[in-house]
């Protein structure tokens, strides 16, 4: 890495339905990372209007989505409830 950003990271908690978690971990771990640095990623690139991912690693998030019976896609965003236990 050319340089390097001190910053300071909060610990935090959020609710997130449970396959997309698995597939982000899938995801963090193909790219030997941590879950926050990928999160934190996705974000940055979001705020810029941009996509986080590159061919490989959008082969890799399908593959994952199978794996995991994700079916959810972009047009599920703020659809989602959680069920009644």
Known sequence: MTDSLNI???QT???IEKRILKVLK???EYHD???G???????LHAFEGKCAF????LACIAE???IYALDLDANASHKLIE???
């Open 8 to 10: 300071e990271r909060v």
């Open 13 to 15: 908690g959020f609710r």
């Open 26 to 28: 899938g995801l963090a």
């Open 33 to 35: 990372m941590s879950l």
């Open 37 to 43: 640095d990928l999160v934190e990623g996705i974000v």
């Open 54 to 57: 590159g061919e490989q690693s």
């Open 64 to 66: 994952l989505k199978k």
């Open 83 to 85: 069920k009644e236990k």
